[in-house]
């Protein structure tokens, strides 16, 4: 809902308030973001400053407008602005703009944006802003509420009728000038295989600055992340969440002044940015999206859970796949595959991805990227007549490509050299021995087209794995980092295409395992490769820390081997399915080479979560551990009625318990049934939030009685609550 009151405007959904207003010398001042006020005295929200310091800059003639103290929406270069600026412009030769607020809309519909915008706001505003310096240059700053979920999102488009050639050096989409009362920021750094970790860094004075710089939204610095009080924890506080709709480098900051003001921003990265924005055409920054709770950061989870479930993934339901990978790796070939079919059918796998090794000589990763035409010596009956046999069984074929890169040893590389991201004369850098694409080059754009739409017409691939498995090094142009501004909306393009020409392919989002795991991917994608790393511990660290700001729903977890791949850890295939549980299930391992209690197991397992995966689609991830060696989440249903609890004990201790745990966001009236381990019990909801979930005795070496449990290092339970209908 808008509403305004006099040059104030409250943007409210259901539980908060954004209020701004517009300054009588035309600037758009932020004033309020929080739970909801009353709209009708939102204007005694607005600071007033009345003394000047004695070096503050101020409008002239007008001694109580102080440009140090004031929160702008979005603040611009060389207006006397101490703090790092949004914006920052070349007209023509000259450095100077002056953007003065002229106009403002409300419910205009945002359109032909380069970038993907969340469906389903409910209302929208656009300020619209002029350079007093250069008539015709215009800066939209376009809000958009989604009122149930509890979000604002932001964007900022250029238009450039100013006769001049513009160069835009920084645009962030969003400006955040907010009252910091003691904050800390919470981030989500990482590596590959131990993506999304949460970091948080206390903000007390300067400017903490993250983000990408490797042409992709990365493994290294998530552009998710949270804002909040210092004693904020999981259930109670107040916190801003932020994330940006964008998979190319990006930038966030947040910069404390002197005047307990704390600005955030985020966007495109800055550094090296350098478009050219001609005559008559329009930029359009990502979009931002925040929202604001005052229940902690659980309370940020859930709302960004119901957003990104409702606005931002495509709806279609993720089969559950067993992938080839960590099966066979490159060795693989039809006989192989065929029976893995067989015996994935009897456990209840719903489809094979046949990974990484199908295509023309691919025998190893140092070639033949961009020659995506099945291997006659691994596939003599061809992949078309796989995916028959596989659709005879009811399962689906899914298919790996990662279509934006070449192998130098490819005939796709002999043909066309020019097609690739590399520098003539410069010492050469490869990853993977694999170089990228150029995609602002259209014949490019149209070569991965037509090889993706084979996957799907010529081979029958119902799911797509798309990867992306090297960063950036060299670009073409001289528009420097603006580059990856260019080859993002071409990948946009190309994945807009083809899901609308193939509405039914199923697409899982990887790089590198979690390299690109952000919202503008999961624009098209149904699901993301969490990660590479399937070890259970690392993977618990690893979920957990993308379930602050991510859906289960978005996270693909594979049940794999053991000991495991990549850590040589042991686990259970207990411990490994349960964690793989809390999210869209798969696997990658040679089920043919399973024990039969083995086979048994996964079979039941698959069984159990065929019950539950309509539940787990749109359910809330809540973290409720107080101790360091256990992992706790909460997964509730959306609408309440159940819920499933994980636990993972980190290392066995001896003379030790499982702490009582309190759930939470249970209906206090309610019973719920209580299944675990051969238990059974009922308890209502506000014994299990107010007293806990109390567990039995740990087994401590001396004997396994009837209700000890037998839990080790690593030990996972899991909990099903079902909310009885009489109370
Ligand atoms: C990347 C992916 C893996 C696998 C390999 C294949 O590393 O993250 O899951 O697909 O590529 O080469």
């Not at 801003?240 to 003001?261: M, N, Q």
Request: charged share 25%; aromatic share 12%; with cysteine.
């Amino acid at each position: 809902m808008i509403e305004k009151l006099e040059n104030t405007y409250i943007l409210s959904t259901n539980q908060n308030s954004y209020v701004f207003r517009i300054t009588k010398h035309g600037d758009a001042e932020s004033v309020y973001y929080g739970k909801k006020i009353t709209s009708i005295d939102a204007h005694t929200l607005i600071k007033k400053q009345n003394t000047l310091f004695v070096n503050t800059l101020y409008m002239e003639n007008d001694e109580t407008y102080g440009i140090d103290g004031m929160r702008f929406e979005y603040s611009f270069a060389n207006r006397g602005d101490s703090r790092s600026v949004s914006c920052i412009l070349k007209v023509g030769e000259e450095c100077m703009t002056d953007f003065v607020v002229k106009k403002i809309t409300e419910n205009t519909e945002y359109k032909n944006s380069d970038m993907p915008v969340p469906r389903g706001y409910d209302n929208s505003l656009t300020v619209k802003l002029e350079d007093a310096l250069h008539p015709g240059l215009i800066i939209e700053l376009w809000y958009f509420i989604y009122e149930n979920t509890d979000v604002l999102a932001r964007a900022v488009r250029i238009q450039n009728d100013s006769g001049k050639q513009v160069t835009i050096q920084k645009l962030m989409s969003a400006q955040y000038d907010l009252e910091c009362a003691q904050k800390e920021l919470v981030c989500f750094h990482g590596a590959w295989g131990r993506e999304r970790i949460r970091h948080n860094v206390p903000l007390c004075c300067g400017k903490f600055s993250g983000g990408s710089h490797s042409g992709m939204s990365s493994a290294e610095c998530n552009p998710f992340f949270i804002v909040k009080e210092k004693n904020t924890d999981e259930n109670v506080g107040e916190a801003y969440g932020f994330h940006l709709v964008y998979s190319a480098s990006h930038e966030l900051a947040a910069e404390t002044d002197c005047y307990r003001g704390l600005r955030i921003s985020h966007g495109i990265q800055s550094e090296g940015f350098c478009y050219a924005l001609p005559v008559n055409e329009k930029f359009d920054s990502p979009i931002s999206i925040s929202t604001f709770s005052a229940c902690g950061l659980n309370g940020i989870s859930y709302q960004f859970s119901r957003f990104i479930n409702a606005n931002i993934l495509p709806k279609k339901q993720v089969p559950i796949m067993l992938n080839s990978w960590e099966a066979f790796y490159f060795d693989i070939n039809e006989k192989k595959l065929y029976a893995l079919a067989d015996e994935a059918e009897r456990l209840g796998f719903e489809g094979i991805v046949i990974d990484d090794g199908w295509f023309l000589g691919r025998n190893d990763d140092t070639g033949s990227l961009g020659d995506w035409q099945e291997d006659k010596r691994k596939f003599p009956l061809g992949i078309a007549a796989y995916a028959k046999y596989l659709s005879d069984k009811k399962m689906q074929l899914g298919i790996w490509i990662e279509p934006e890169m070449v192998s130098e040893k490819s005939n796709l590389f002999l043909q066309h050299p020019e097609w690739v991201l590399k520098t003539e004369g410069a010492r050469s850098i490869v990853g993977r021995e694999q170089r990228i694409l150029d995609l602002t080059n259209s014949e490019v754009c149209a070569f991965i087209e037509a090889s993706l739409d084979r996957l799907v017409e010529e081979y029958g691939a119902k799911y797509i794995k798309w990867d992306f498995n090297r960063r950036f090094s060299d670009i073409f142009g001289s528009e420097g980092s603006a580059y990856f501004y260019r080859y993002i909306k071409q990948l946009y393009l190309i994945l807009k295409r083809f899901t609308f020409r193939h509405e039914n392919v199923v697409i899982e989002n990887c790089a590198s395992g979690g390299g690109r795991f952000d919202l503008g991917m999961l624009s098209y994608c149904h699901v993301g490769w969490v990660s590479d790393n399937t070890d259970s511990l690392s993977r618990a660290e690893i979920q957990q820390g993308t379930s602050y700001g991510y859906p289960i729903r978005t996270m693909l977890n594979h049940i794999s081997a053991s000991p495991n791949q990549q850590s040589k850890r042991c686990s259970s295939l207990k411990t490994r399915s349960d964690t793989a549980m809390i999210g869209m299930l798969g696997a990658q391992l040679d089920i043919t080479a399973l024990k039969g209690e083995e086979k048994e197991e996964l079979k039941r397992v698959i069984e159990q979560y065929k019950k539950y995966r309509t539940m787990l689609l749109g359910a809330s991830l809540f973290r409720i551990s107080s101790d360091n060696n256990f992992y706790v989440w909460e997964i509730l249903s959306d609408k309440g009625e159940n819920a499933i609890i994980y636990l993972m004990m980190d290392r066995f201790l001896s003379v030790s318990s499982i702490p009582n745990i309190k759930l939470i966001n249970l209906d206090e009236d309610a019973k719920y049934e209580i299944r675990f381990e051969g238990m059974h019990f009922t308890a209502s909801g506000k014994t299990l939030m107010n007293g806990g979930l109390v567990f039995p005795q740990i087994y401590q070496g001396v004997r396994i009685d009837n209700g000890t449990l037998n839990m080790t290092d690593r030990s996972t339970l899991l909990i099903y609550l079902i909310k009885k209908e009489d109370r």
